[in-house]
T-cell receptor, first 114, second 115 residues
Framework: AQSVTQLGSHVSVSEGALVLLRCNYSSSVPPYLFWYVQYPNQGLQLLLKYTSAATLVKGINGFEAEFKKSETSFHLTKPSAHMSDAAEYFCAVSNEAAGNKLTFGGGTRVLVKP | EAGVAQSPRYKIIEKRQSVAFWCNPISGHATLYWYQQILGQGPKLLIQFQNNGVVDDSQLPKDRFSAERLKGVDSTLKIQPAKLEDSAVYLC?????????????FGPGTRLTVL
């Protein structure tokens, strides 16, 4: 079985401040981990993914995430928030045993204040 | 490269009516997924196809939901009869293959409101 918990359904940050979105996962086998972003009235877009290579993963739009096996975490960060980062972010887990089926967390909505 | 296409974008129906959604995946993508995203929640997988075969439909409410992928390309998802709790965004996604951590590409979704 696999699951994802995202801490905080809403996060508010000031423009230029650090963005930190938390994700903890559960997986009985080595996981693949993903972060997706969803803008209003749009589908999900992949930000980055971890597939058992480097533990620090860099994605698009200046985002990065670090896989920490000991903490079962895959937190997403961006050093300096931009107004265009206002969106909903979803962490997801999959693994080979589950047929690479994605299981999503509940999402974190990011508000960027000017 | 054209993305995943879905139609309609919005649909409003009354409970007990039927509704169908259409998805055209990215050309060459063998794997197709339908997700249900209820407001305030993450997407939940309903059904997964590999070409025209079903890989996983364990979370599809089969008493009212059905899906098909004729010829392994386009897909339709049907709800009959709809219930109030079916109000959600229905997302279609596709990926190149089933194996490995392949990126899933999502369409814009169909927002269903059941009154």
């Amino acid at each position: 079985a696999q699951s994802v918990t995202q801490l905080g359904s809403h996060v508010s940050v000031s423009e230029g401040a650090l963005v930190l979105l938390r994700c903890n996962y559960s997986s009985s086998v080595p996981p693949y981990l993903f972060w997706y972003v969803q803008y209003p009235n749009q589908g999900l877009q992949l930000l980055l993914k971890y597939t058992s290579a480097a533990t620090l993963v860099k994605g698009i739009n200046g985002f990065e995430a670090e896989f920490k096996k000991s903490e079962t975490s895959f937190h997403l960060t961006k050093p300096s928030a931009h107004m265009s980062d206002a969106a909903e972010y979803f962490c997801a887990v999959s693994n080979e045993a589950a047929g690479n089926k994605l299981t999503f967390g509940g999402g974190t909505r990011v508000l960027v204040k000017p | 490269e054209a993305g995943v296409a879905q139609s309609p974008r919005y649909k409003i129906i009354e409970k007990r009516q039927s509704v169908a959604f259409w998805c055209n995946p990215i050309s060459g993508h063998a794997t197709l997924y339908w997700y249900q995203q209820i407001l305030g929640q993450g997407p939940k997988l309903l059904i997964q196809f590999q070409n025209n075969g079903v890989v996983d439909d364990s979370q599809l409410p089969k008493d009212r939901f059905s899906a098909e992928r004729l010829k392994g390309v386009d897909s339709t998802l049907k709800i009959q009869p709809a219930k109030l709790e079916d109000s959600a965004v229905y997302l279609c996604a596709s990926s190149l293959a089933l194996a490995g951590p392949r990126e899933q590409f999502f369409g814009p979704g169909t927002r269903l409101t059941v009154l």
